[in-house]
Nanobody, 115 residues
Framework: QVQLVESGGGLVQPGGSLRLSCAAS????????MGWYRQAPGKQRELVAN???????NYVDTVKGRFTVSRDSAKNTVYLQMNSLKPEDTAVYYC?????????WGQGTQVTVSS
């Protein structure tokens, strides 16, 4: 089993920044993918960004150039640095891990971008 604990969400003004963190514990070992999905009200959950065990990254087009995903494998932690935030980034952000083909999810953290 893998447990994920997220932190770092909150309320921020447009143009501001937030950093999300997600720490994984339990039966986890490389290689595995870590990343973030988000779900806005009335919308489907979408992949925001992920990072593989060798540091390869993927981003949804709408966040490229503004968000950066990174990981500290020694701490089993993934981060999402979000800059130049827009109101349309408002959503619940979910951390996830894929290990041996199984998805594990965090509890979600709310990010609200509003003036």
């Amino acid at each position: 089993q893998v447990q994920l604990v997220e932190s770092g969400g909150g309320l921020v003004q447009p143009g501001g920044s937030l950093r999300l963190s997600c720490a994984a514990s339990g039966t986890i070992s490389s290689p595995y993918v870590m990343g973030w999905y988000r779900q806005a009200p009335g919308k489907q959950r979408e992949l925001v960004a992920n990072i593989g065990s060798v540091g390869n990254t993927n981003y949804v087009d709408t966040v490229k150039g503004r968000f950066t995903v990174s990981r500290d494998s020694a701490k089993n932690t993934v981060y999402l640095q979000m800059n130049s935030l827009k109101p349309e980034d408002t959503a619940v952000y979910y951390c996830y891990v894929i290990r041996l083909g199984i998805y594990y999810w965090g509890q979600g953290t709310q990010v609200t971008v509003s003036s």
